[in-house]
């Protein structure tokens, strides 16, 4: 059975409300013959952050797949699809940020990074051990929860007080 696990919905939300609160004000106060590059701009980058934040996992009885857009692979990121019996064991390596980051090492000696930003996590974990037979009880989200909710509150304050100033 196939099942797929998209992005988390804080880190897109997160990463969405940032770039509106960045730039939502652009556009509204540059000059007369700037407005409408800058609307475009504008709409062009928020396709791209709605874009790159649509990359997902699916997992099956044989495989796992990390599947990215186009423009997600035209910035680098790349897809990769590992079958189960290759995977020899799942690495830890820390962040300068004091947490850790895992991959997949397979036979042929491959790294791909673990994806640790998916809904249902839990799930996608227990199908991992369930597949590979490899401990994952230390493996969790890269950062906590509450900072990508803290991130997009604070984006949400910033986007009110913009309105408020603009209206005002």
Do not use: C, H
Not at 16 to 28: G, N, V
Not at 66 to 94: A, V
Not at 99 to 124: A, C, I, M
């Amino acid at each position: 059975m196939i099942e797929k696990y998209k992005t988390l919905f804080f880190v897109k939300s997160s990463l969405i409300s940032l770039y509106l609160a960045l730039t939502i004000p652009i556009p509204f106060i540059s000059l007369d013959k700037f407005k409408i590059p800058s609307t475009i701009l504008f709409v062009l980058g928020l396709y791209l952050i709605i874009n790159i934040t649509s990359d997902y996992v699916e997992t099956s009885n044989k495989k796992i797949s990390y599947k990215t857009t186009f423009i997600s692979e035209f910035l680098g990121k790349k897809t990769w699809e590992i079958s189960w019996k290759d995977i020899k064991l799942i690495k830890s390596l820390p962040t300068s940020q004091g947490s850790k980051v895992y991959y997949f090492n397979t036979v042929q000696g491959d790294n791909f990074l673990v994806p640790q930003r998916l809904e249902n996590f839990e799930k996608f974990l227990f199908i991992v051990s369930e597949n590979t037979g490899i401990d994952i009880s230390e493996i969790s989200y890269i950062s906590p929860l509450w900072t990508y909710k803290l991130l997009t509150l604070l984006s949400v304050f910033m986007l009110i007080g913009e309105l408020f100033a603009f209206l005002n």
